[in-house]
């Protein structure tokens, strides 16, 4: 795709030096560990932790962990454009180190000084992984009934019950669970607690065979009499729920811009071969048709990006930004999605080859409009701001 630079979208101009550093570190890690390897990994649905791990390599383990504690401080906009960067090799990739850098941000934030001391330089150096766990097998856009329950028991805490659609659970070894204290007191009794691996009680089923994206490892966990000490309440109830949602509006930003990555290489991947493919004597790009099909697309991206990038802005200067991570995430997933088809179709049965990485692309997309809530759930959220109480 020839290059150019929209003037109020080279968003990296706004970043800091150092956090320009961070997205070409990005792009170095996907270059060397994901976009050669990523087919291949899917191909045999293999989980990628690994791969992960390996990102402590490239400093990209702890962006929004504070510098003051061994993390890159980056601002919610910068992490954006990283995960922006690695998604163009792919999005599985992205979303699984997104997720274990989001807990690691929580127990930098949260966690007690031993708890810190503990687990954030494993979580930095790739020796640990996290995984965040709310969904349950019979609950998921509803996340305030949820069932697993949390009992304190002395200065302990017993967990019981069932996490669904776990990422990174294969090969996680620090689980944020989230869990109900109080059932009569609703959203107010939900808390959040750290639970190791290796803790009794706790097993973590084999990894869903999924349409796409079996790099992030995904299953289910059980607890059964899952014992936690009292400094593995990261989130007390009464908090736990708002600091789920906080950590999920970050991550509707993050996956949007995943989505804008995807995009780019679908684009990329359409505009070199319909540049080369020929029909009717001339090559395939040259019909206007063709091209307008893939100007929607690009027209797209660079849309979802304006609305991701305002997202993260907003967020960065303390607002709440819920309103419009709601529309960044449901506007780029449905671009993804839609655009990357555009980007197969143009690329005749070429494009629908393992080959070819879009059917990768495409899975990864259909697989976005549910992480972190549904395109539908966006539409609530949306509504809730149009709305106010104004119908209840
Ligand atoms: C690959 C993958 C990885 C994931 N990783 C994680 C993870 O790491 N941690 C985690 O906690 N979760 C994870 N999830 C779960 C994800 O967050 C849920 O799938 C999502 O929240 C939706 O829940 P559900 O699938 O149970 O759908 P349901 O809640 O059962 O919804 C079913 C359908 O009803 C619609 N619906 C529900 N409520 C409304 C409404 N009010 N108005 C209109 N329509 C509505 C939904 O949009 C959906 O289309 C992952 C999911 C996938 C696919």
């Known amino acids: 795709m020839a290059a150019h630079t929209y003037v109020l979208v080279d968003v990296d101009d706004a970043l800091a030096p150092d956090e320009r550093q961070a997205v070409q570190a990005g792009r170095t890690f996907r270059d060397a560990h994901i976009s050669p390897f990523a087919d291949g990994i899917e191909l045999r649905r293999e ?7 390996l990102a402590s390599q490239h400093g990209l ?27 163009e090799g792919c999005l599985a990739h992205a979303f699984s180190l997104e997720v ?26 790739g020796d ?38 776990v990422t990174n659970a294969a090969g996680a070894d620090l689980f944020a669970v989230w869990a109900q204290t109080d059932a009569a007191a609703g959203s107010r009794g939900i808390a959040a607690f750290l639970v190791e ?15 796409g994206g079996h790099a992030m490892g995904t299953a289910g966990i059980l607890l059964r009499d899952c014992r936690v000490p009292a400094d593995g309440l ?26 804008c990555g995807i995009l780019k290489a679908g684009l990329e991947r359409a505009i070199g071969y319909v540049s080369r493919r020929k029909a009717f004597g001339r090559p395939v790009g040259s019909f206007q048709g063709l091209q307008w099909e893939l100007v929607n697309v690009a027209t797209e991206r660079e849309a979802a990006r304006l609305l991701v990038y305002r997202a993260a802005a907003a967020a960065d200067r303390g607002l709440s930004a819920t309103v419009e991570a709601a529309q960044a995430k449901k506007f780029a997933t449905a671009a993804a999605v839609s655009g990357l088809v555009t980007c197969m179709q143009a690329m005749g049965a070429h494009g629908f080859l393992i080959d070819s990485t879009l059917g990768r692309h495409l899975a990864t997309a ?26 209840d």
């Open 100 to 125: 274990h850098n989001n807990i690691a941000n929580l127990v930098s934030r949260r966690g007690t000084k031993g708890v810190q001391d503990r687990w954030l330089p494993r979580l930095l150096s």
């Open 61 to 87: 383990l702890g962006l929004q962990v504070p510098t003051t504690q061994g993390g890159l401080g980056l601002s919610v906009l910068a992490a954006a454009r990283v995960y922006e960067e690695i998604a």
């Open 197 to 211: 691996r290796e803790a009794e009680g706790l097993t973590v089923t084999d990894p869903y065979k999924l349409m």
């Open 47 to 53: 989980t990628a932790i690994s791969t992960l791990r």
């Open 234 to 259: 990261i989130s007390p109830p009464g908090e736990g729920f708002q600091v789920a949602m906080q950590g999920i509006t970050a991550a509707r930003i993050f996956v949007g811009a995943q989505c």
């Open 366 to 391: 259909k697989m976005a409009e549910y992480l972190d809530g549904t395109s539908e759930i966006q539409n609530v959220v949306v509504a809730r701001s149009l709305f106010g109480g104004a119908l």
């Open 128 to 165: 640990a992984v996290a995984a965040f766990c709310l969904t349950e097998p019979a609950m998921g856009s509803d996340a305030v009934a949820i069932q697993c329950k949390a009992d304190s028991v002395g200065s302990d805490w017993v967990l019981n019950g069932e996490k669904a659609w």
